[in-house]
C-alpha cells in the first residue's frame, strides 16, 4: 500500500520532471450564505430581493438560497485563493452599500436570527418562468417537509478541483494506462470518491477547528434539548459545542437518517440516489402534492431532487439547461467536488479567511493522497456519530471520542492528524513557495493549544459579553458593514455589477418569455427519470 509520503515524493518528481508545479494548482470557488436582516432591531428581513442586485434566478454571483431573504455568493473558479478573496470582498462591497440603502446589513452567523415563527420566513421568489416556479415549488416542499426555519441556516462551501497535469500524475503514480477520454473520464471519477471517502473519515477535524456554531437564539427549536444549557437573552448554547450546525440539532432530517449513499463509487452513489429519488415517503404522501390546484412539493418521494439530500460533502458536475446532477455525473463523471461543511466565520467579514481556505486546499490534497478503503455502512454510521458527537463536545478538548479505533482524547487526534497535515504543507510550500500554506496549518495548532482561540469560544465569548446570541449578532453585523462602507465603491467597481444586474434582469424576462409549456407539463417532464 502507497503511503502518504511516498505519493508526495512521486509527485515532487513529476514536478521536477515537467519542470513545472502545475499539478499543484488548484482550482477553486465559494459560495457564501448569509441573511439579510434589519439594522435596527436583526429581525429578518421581509423585503424582496434588492432588484439593484439583480435577478435571483440568473446573476451570476449574487442570489438567494431558500429564502428571500437568504443570500447567496457564488465566486467564479480562480487558481489561486486571493484570487477568491478579492472577488468575495467586492461582491460584499456592492452588497452592503446597496443593504444600507434600505436600512439592512448581513447577518454574520451561520445559526438564523430571531425568527418568530415559519411564516417570518418569506420563501424565495424567482419570477413567473417555469425554471422559476420549479423552484419555488421545491422549497415549498421543504417548508412543509422540514419547516423554513431550519432552511435558513446559513454557510460556506468550497468547491475545489485538481489541475489536469495533477491527473496525468496521479495516473502514473498508480499504474493506470489511461488511452482515451472515457478512461480518464473513469479514473477521476474513482479517484474522486477516494478523497471523499476520506474526508468523510476526518471531516470532524473542520468541524472542531472551524466550527463557529455553539449558541442558538431559542426561537430557532420549539423546545430547549437537554445538551444546551440557557444564556440570558433568549440564548442557548451548548457549553463545549463547536457547530450546532452540523450536529442533530441543526440540519435536522429523520427521513434521512436512514437513507445510506454509498460512496464507494460514481455508478453506486447514482443509483442509490436515484432510489431515494423515486421511493415514496408516507409523511411527504400525506402532505400531497397538488392540493386545491397548488403545488405542496415537487413530489412525495423521500427525495424531491438531488439537492435534497443533505452531505458534508459532494461530488459535481456542471450541468447543462435541464439537466439532473445525477445524469451529468453519470454522462460525464465528477468534474469537481463541494465541502459542504464549514461554519461561516463571523469575525471575517465575508464569513471566512485566506488561511481557512489553504488549510482546506492542504485537507483536500492529503485526502487524496492517502491510503483508503472502501466505506460500509456501519463505517458511515459511526462516522456520523463521531461527527455529530464532536460538533456538540468537541471544544473538550481532553474528552475521548471513538474514531473507530477504540476511544482516543480529541487533542491527541487531531495532533495526530495535524502531524500528517504539517507534512502535506511542507511539501507544498517546498514545491510552490508559498509560505502560507505551512502558516495556515501552524494556525490550527495554536487552537488545540488554547482552546479559548477555537472560533466556537469566541462566538461564546461575544455572546456573553453582549447578553445574548441575537445582539451580539447584530453588534458584529453593524460593525462589518460599517467597514464596508467606509471603502467607496470606485466606478469600475459599481458600472461592472450595474452591467451584470441588468444583463440578469433581462435575462430573466427572456426566459419567461420563452416558455410556451404550462407548468404542469414542465414539471412532468423534469420529474422523468435520467
Not at 471523499?196 to 477547528?209: A, D, G, Y
Not at 434539548?225 to 448554547?237: F, G, H, Q, V
Request: aromatic share 10%; with cysteine; charged share 20%.
Amino acid at each position: 500500500m502507497t503511503t502518504l509520503t511516498d505519493a508526495l515524493r512521486a509527485l515532487a518528481l513529476h514536478c521536477q520532471q515537467e519542470n513545472t508545479s502545475s499539478a499543484l494548482t488548484f482550482h477553486r470557488g465559494v459560495e457564501r450564505e448569509a441573511l439579510r436582516v434589519r439594522r435596527n432591531d436583526g429581525r429578518i428581513s421581509h423585503l424582496p430581493h434588492p432588484k439593484r442586485l439583480g435577478s435571483a434566478l440568473t446573476h451570476s454571483s449574487i442570489t438567494t438560497d431558500y429564502s428571500e431573504s437568504l443570500m447567496e455568493f457564488i465566486t467564479g473558479v480562480h487558481p489561486n485563493v486571493e484570487g477568491v478573496i478579492t472577488e468575495l470582498e467586492n461582491i460584499h462591497n456592492v452588497v452592503n452599500h446597496e443593504l444600507a440603502k434600505q436600512d439592512e446589513c448581513l447577518w454574520p452567523a451561520s445559526m438564523p436570527c430571531f425568527l418568530s415563527d415559519n411564516d417570518d420566513v418569506p420563501i424565495a421568489y424567482y419570477g413567473e418562468s417555469n425554471t422559476g416556479k420549479l423552484k419555488r415549488v421545491y422549497r415549498e416542499g421543504l417548508s412543509n417537509r422540514y419547516g423554513r426555519i431550519m432552511q435558513c441556516i446559513a454557510g460556506m462551501h468550497y468547491n475545489f478541483s485538481f489541475d489536469e497535469n495533477f491527473w496525468s500524475f496521479l495516473a502514473s503514480h498508480k499504474g493506470q494506462n489511461l488511452q482515451n477520454a472515457a478512461e480518464k473520464q473513469a479514473f477521476q471519477s474513482e479517484n474522486y470518491f477516494t478523497l471523499i471517502r476520506n474526508f468523510r473519515r476526518k471531516s470532524w477535524m473542520l468541524s472542531l477547528l472551524f466550527g463557529a456554531s455553539p449558541a442558538i437564539d431559542e426561537s430557532f427549536l420549539k423546545e430547549k434539548p437537554s445538551s444546551l444549557t440557557t444564556l440570558k437573552e433568549n440564548t442557548w448554547l451548548g457549553s463545549q459545542a463547536t457547530s450546532l450546525r452540523m450536529s442533530d440539532l441543526g440540519y435536522q432530517n429523520k427521513a434521512q437518517a436512514g437513507l445510506y449513499v454509498c460512496y464507494n463509487e460514481v455508478d453506486t452513489y447514482i443509483q442509490t440516489v436515484k432510489q431515494a429519488l423515486r421511493t415514496p415517503y408516507p409523511d411527504y404522501q400525506k402532505i400531497g402534492v397538488k392540493v386545491n390546484g397548488e403545488y405542496r412539493q415537487l413530489n412525495d418521494n423521500l427525495l424531491q431532487i438531488e439537492n435534497e439530500y443533505y452531505s458534508d460533502i459532494r461530488p459535481k458536475r456542471v450541468t447543462q439547461p435541464g439537466e439532473h446532477p445525477s445524469a451529468a455525473l453519470q454522462a460525464r463523471g465528477v468534474e469537481y467536488i463541494e465541502v459542504r461543511i464549514m461554519d461561516l466565520d463571523p469575525e471575517s467579514p465575508i464569513g471566512m479567511t485566506p488561511e481557512t481556505l489553504y488549510f482546506i486546499d492542504v485537507f483536500l490534497l492529503y485526502c487524496m493522497l492517502r491510503s483508503d478503503a472502501p466505506l460500509t455502512a456501519k463505517e458511515c454510521q459511526k462516522l456520523r456519530t463521531t461527527q455529530q458527537e464532536i460538533a456538540l463536545y468537541g471544544r473538550d478538548l481532553n474528552r475521548t471520542f471513538d474514531f473507530g479505533e477504540g476511544p482516543v482524547a480529541l487533542h491527541d487526534k487531531a495532533n495526530k492528524v495535524l502531524d500528517d497535515l504539517t507534512v502535506v504543507a511542507n511539501f507544498l510550500v517546498e514545491q510552490t513557495g508559498n509560505e502560507l500554506y505551512r502558516q495556515s496549518i501552524q494556525q490550527q495548532r495554536a487552537k488545540l493549544e488554547n482552546e479559548d482561540t477555537l472560533p466556537a469560544a469566541l462566538m461564546l465569548k461575544r455572546c456573553q459579553q453582549a447578553q445574548g446570541f441575537q445582539s451580539a449578532m447584530l453588534n458584529l453585523a453593524k460593525a462589518q458593514q460599517n467597514q464596508w462602507l467606509a471603502a467607496p465603491l470606485s466606478n469600475e467597481l459599481t458600472t461592472n455589477f450595474d452591467r451584470q444586474a441588468k444583463d440578469s434582469l433581462e435575462q430573466q424576462t427572456q426566459i419567461e418569455a420563452a416558455d410556451t409549456m404550462g407548468f404542469d407539463q414542465f414539471l412532468a417532464d423534469y420529474l422523468q427519470p435520467q
